[in-house]
């Protein structure tokens, strides 16, 4: 699954996708009703292709789990996070059957499929491969492009030179020094 972009925000509902940076955050925006909020670096942040799930071996990511639950429902909706404790047990059993029953919680089932279900109702619920495949397309058309590029004669190419910068001297975007403070 590809979760790029998809975060999880501590004392805030459900799930955000970045959208924007700011000097000391990012700009968010809910998955489930598209209102955009600034969101600072002393927020908890988490990334959903970074979390894990506890199994008998080696932790399993949330994205496998979640191409599992897919792939399972061919695509769509998975059981609902309010079930009974015993149904959400045994369904998350079905999909991972190694995960570790002391440290897994039901509460951690119901907060993945909680996003799994927010994930596929809005439609940011995609397969890696279609992302890799138009990744090469553009690839492709960017390798195209240059190609053009290069065949436009010296003199309508634009000016490419570099200014030197003394070493020491930081270049400051905006802010105009005019003198002594």
Known sequence: MNLEGIISISGMP?????VGKLKNGVIV????????????????????????????????????????????????????????????????????PDYDKERVHISNMRKLFNWYNTLQQTGNLKLKEETTDAADDTKTKAHHTEEKHTKIPAKHKPDNTRVAISKGVTKTAGVRKTGTA
């Open 29 to 96: 925006e809910s998955l489930a009703d598209k209102k955009r909020t600034p969101v600072y670096s002393h927020q908890q942040i988490s990334t959903l292709e970074d979390i894990s799930m506890f199994t008998t071996g080696d932790n399993k990511p949330v994205s496998d789990i979640m191409k599992a639950i897919f792939e399972k429902e061919t695509g769509g909706l998975c059981i609902d996070h309010k079930a009974d404790e015993k149904e959400i047990a045994a369904y998350f059993e079905g999909v991972v």
């Open 14 to 18: 459900g799930l955000h996708k970045v």
